[in-house]
């Protein structure tokens, strides 16, 4: 929208009407309208959030007798995230009449992460008291937000805590045994919430206790459980798992049984995982047990499954480029590529004769090189492998695409043979000399090539790193001084994997002088970031020295960082020097974010696959949505490609780089709220805390684990067959804004 425009809008002494709807994700907005809050007091807590800045002037709105004031400020003081807000949040969570207060007091102390009043947590997680005047269902959602809460700060945690953590587990569990033993209605929203925070605080003796939720009629409570199963490798419910698997008629319950079944590599369930693979009717139970198979790295899988990839291939080959097919196809090639090759499981003429097949199939498809095939070949026949790439002398020499998407495979054939070479470094057993020392004539020739494109040289240095040679060092010293960020960013990280070294140290140090001043002028701060994580590593009194020197960047993220890494050496706390985020944003800014709450605001994505739109959650990430809003305004979207596809997880945009490290030149701070990652959510992909900056993702099915960790800003509405549809690759050809009154 023009300035002019803007200023006609927002006339001096307007103040906006806006409607704030801060009541927990598990209720419908539509039937619990909230009046309105006066822009004067909205941009307050806008603003105060946005700088990161916990002080009176939010603390006291805490104390506002407007409950939808004292809401919105406890959400704000959570996603500040200092620990001088925890005592008055407590205090909401404790005493405050509203319950929807207390739930986001006790939502926004899971944010802040700190132990410091986690017992006021678990006094609300015991037996419901029932306290006059609070209905049950609400109590129970307060109850809900504590078991969250106690959760993230259980996972985030130091080592040196596990007393803390064990009884914070504890907690948890014994919160999940009530409701699993009630004779009455258990509370629906407590079991998700509290399945999720055990998968984070990972407690003692979880696998009895999760297991129970296993017989439930209600499908999503099966499939979290199941969930967390998978994710803490627990066997518990195996058994469980195998009948859900074949006879559930919820595809995500059966996906989820897989990936339990898969992840304890639970032998018994070969024949039905390979059943699923083959024949589900589902796309989403299908990958996950084509994953499982890769678990288990049973051989008898890889005939059916190479010639089921060979019918994907060329059903995306022959049907114009279908993606749900090429995806499915690359889950086979990462599977086979799991699968044992050579000595203890001789691979028969069959299963060669399969996999050649496949590997034909892949190249037919389209003349690229594809990460998941190259290892699954160098898995396969590591010799006869890299005696294939003899034939290639250099990275300008491997094969690449044409039109729309020639930039793209031109780089990304090359990172595709990288990710084969460095697994050569991975095999076990360990495979020939001659054929490691293969593998890193290849990646060198590959790094010296001055053709070599800058996107592809940090996952050639990644694979080169693999087989640990002497001179990695000082290759990692050489690229510290490149001038793409993401390589130095890459070359930091491998100088902090090696021994402490004082001649790493010195670079280390000459590097951060020089990275400092990049931030001031608009660079992207990974980096410099790479680099203080490395320093910290080393040890020394000179390379804590330059750690100080990073608190006083204007970069709020380098400085928390160095405040982290400092007090993890024992160098000190530092912690008044975080200060404030020195936010890009003005009252004008603020005040357009807040105009759209009310309305309904959408985008149309349209890609080389059709097109998909998505409504925004301009109430509960204003600033989240204003920021896609006005970069899509500005085409900033326009002709990027796609660079990571996850079946039955994400797909993932927004990179103008292409490799899933690029971003808008600047971050934005997250806008967490209890909106949960059903299937179609919209969210900001992450770094850590506050990196976001314009790549976003769109969920293909609830993905529980990310609830209150990353922000959700939207949901697909319409096209949703269209993002299943896409694969990696594939372009954003504009995305389209509307706005209007509901």
């Keep these: 929208m023009p300035i002019a425009d803007l200023r006609k809008l927002f006339s001096a002494g307007l103040l906006l009407a806006v409607f704030l709807t801060t009541a927990s994700a598990q209720r419908s907005r539509a039937n619990n309208p909230s009046p ?12 105060a959030e946005d700088e990161r800045r916990w002080g ?8 506002e007798k407007d409950a939808k004031v004292r809401n919105l400020a406890a959400l704000a003081a959570g996603r500040i995230g200092d620990e001088r807000a925890v005592t008055a949040l407590v205090e909401l969570l404790q005493k405050d009449s509203d319950n929807d207060v207390r739930q ?40 809900g937000r504590a078991i969250e809460a106690l959760g993230k700060i259980a996972a985030a945690l130091p080592d040196s805590e596990k007393d ?10 014994n919160a999940l045994k009530f409701e699993a033993g009630q004779r009455s209605m258990p509370d629906r929203l407590i079991i998700l919430l509290g399945l999720t925070a055990a998968l984070r605080a990972k407690p003692d003796s979880a696998g009895p ?3 129970q939720f296993l017989n439930y009629s209600d499908p999503r409570i099966v499939a979290d459980a199941l969930n967390t199963l998978a994710r803490l490798r627990l066997k518990d419910g195996n058994e469980e798992a195998r009948q859900l698997l074949v006879k559930h008629e919820d595809p995500i319950v059966r996906a989820n049984a897989a990936r339990v079944l898969g992840a304890t590599e639970d032998k018994q369930s070969f024949d039905a995982l390979l059943d699923r693979a083959l024949r589900d009717n589902d796309l989403r139970v299908r990958v996950s047990a084509i994953r499982a198979l890769g678990g288990l790295k049973d051989k008898r899988a890889t005939v059916q499954l190479s010639r089921r990839g060979v019918q994907l291939f060329k059903t995306a080959h022959l049907n114009n480029g279908s993606g749900r097919a090429r995806n499915e196809g690359l889950e086979i090639l990462t599977a086979l590529g799991l699968i044992p090759a050579g000595t203890a499981q001789k691979t028969s003429g069959e299963e060669a004769a399969a996999i050649i097949e496949l590997s034909l199939a892949v190249r037919a498809m389209s003349n690229e090189n594809i990460p998941e095939d190259e290892i699954a070949h160098a898995r396969e026949t590591p010799g006869e492998y890299v005696q294939y790439l003899k034939g290639f002398e250099s990275a300008a020499e491997l094969p690449s695409n044409s039109g729309l998407q020639k930039t793209f495979y031109s780089w990304s054939s090359i990172t595709a043979r990288a990710a084969g070479l460095g697994e050569l470094g991975r095999i076990k057993p360990q495979q020939p000399i001659e054929v490691a020392t293969a593998a890193q004539l290849q990646l060198r020739r590959m790094l010296d090539d001055r053709r070599t494109p800058p996107q592809a040289i940090p996952n050639i240095l990644t694979a080169y790193a693999v087989f640990k040679l002497k001179d990695l060092g000082g290759l990692a010293r050489t690229y510290l001084g490149n001038d793409d960020v993401i390589v130095r960013a890459t070359a930091a990280e491998l100088l902090g994997e090696v021994p402490p070294d004082e001649a790493n140290a010195r670079v280390l140090i000459d590097a951060l002088r020089v990275e400092l001043p990049r931030i001031e002028k608009g ?9 203080l994580d490395a320093l910290a590593k080393q040890k020394s009194a000179a390379a804590n020295d330059a750690l100080k020197t990073a608190l006083d960047s204007s970069d709020h993220l380098i400085r928390r960082k160095a405040v982290a890494l400092l007090k993890a050496n024992g160098i000190g706390d530092f912690s008044t020097r975080i200060g404030t985020v020195r936010t890009r944003n003005s009252d004008l800014d603020y005040r357009r974010a807040i105009a759209r709450i009310g309305k309904h605001v959408t985008a149309t994505v349209v890609t080389t696959k059709g097109s998909f739109v998505i409504e925004f959650l301009a109430e509960d990430a204003p600033l989240t949505v204003d920021n896609f809003i006005m970069l899509a305004r500005k085409g900033f979207f326009n002709g990027q490609t796609i660079p990571r596809v996850v079946p039955n997880f994400v797909i993932q945009a927004g990179d103008p780089r292409g490799d899933t490290n690029g971003g808008p030149g600047y971050q934005i701070r ?17 770094s850590g805390k506050d990196t976001g900056g314009s790549q976003w993702f769109v969920t293909h099915s609830p993905q529980p684990h990310l609830d209150g960790g990353y922000t959700v800003f939207g949901r697909v509405i319409s096209g949703m067959e269209v993002v ?17 009154q509901v």
Excluded: H, T
């Design 36 to 47: 309105a809050i006066p822009a004067n007091i909205l941009l307050r807590i806008i603003r």
């Design 56 to 63: 009176p002037d939010l603390q006291s709105l805490l104390g």
């Design 104 to 143: 986001m007091a006790a939502f926004a102390v899971g944010e802040i992460e700190s132990p410091i009043r986690a017992d006021a947590l678990i006094e609300v997680l015991g037996p419901p008291a029932r306290p006059s005047g609070r209905a049950p269902e609400f109590e129970a959602e307060v109850r």
């Design 164 to 173: 803390r953590k064990r009884v914070y587990g504890e907690a948890i569990l």
């Design 209 to 211: 206790v999760i297991k």
């Design 523 to 531: 660079e992207m701060n990974d980096a410099s970031l790479a680099i």
């Design 670 to 686: 997250c806008e967490i709220n209890e909106v949960p990652y059903e299937r179609g959510a919209v969210g900001m992909a992450l």
């Design 724 to 740: 299943d549809n896409i694969a990696r690759g594939d372009i954003i050809r504009r995305v389209i804004v509307n706005e209007r």
